[in-house]
């Protein structure tokens, strides 16, 4: 009986322990900004095929002393940036294009210029899925 119940409390203990989403990043990359300035802009998609909602609440990139989360949102014909301070849901199956809605990584006080073919390393900050390492590669501004 002991034993039973024991093997109850085991596997109830691992059913209720969610595991991790399966967070995916794709197509990460970052603009190559004008000369002489200092902030640059990212983007990546990223893929949550797990069965529960996530959030991206943070970044770092070497490149940078901070990296900040934005969307632009156009508005009478005008672009207005605001920062996302609840960071970015990923819902459950699903993919969140941050060129499609509107988000961008914003590369604060760059560390020294992107120049394209380079890469960036960073770290993206999940509630549910931890930090994950993500490296971007550098490239020229694609029209939209």
Request: proline share 6%; aromatic share 4%.
């Amino acid at each position: 009986m002991r034993r039973a119940l024991s093997v109850l409390l085991l596997l109830f203990a691992t059913a209720t322990l969610a595991a991790p989403a399966a967070i995916e990043v794709e197509r990460a990359w970052c603009a190559t900004p004008p000369k002489g300035v200092t902030t640059g802009a990212c983007y990546l998609a990223l893929r949550n095929d797990g069965k529960t909602e996530d959030r991206l609440l943070g970044v770092e990139a070497d490149a940078a002393q901070r990296v900040e989360m934005h969307v632009t949102k156009v508005a009478d014909g005008i672009g207005r940036m605001r920062p996302l301070a609840e960071g970015v849901a990923l819902p459950a199956e699903s993919v969140v294009d941050f060129r499609e809605k509107g988000y961008h990584l914003m590369l604060v006080d760059l560390r020294a210029p992107l120049a394209e073919g380079a890469t960036v390393r960073g770290t993206l900050r999940f509630e549910r899925a931890g930090p994950r390492p993500v490296l971007f590669h550098v490239e020229r501004l694609h029209a939209p």
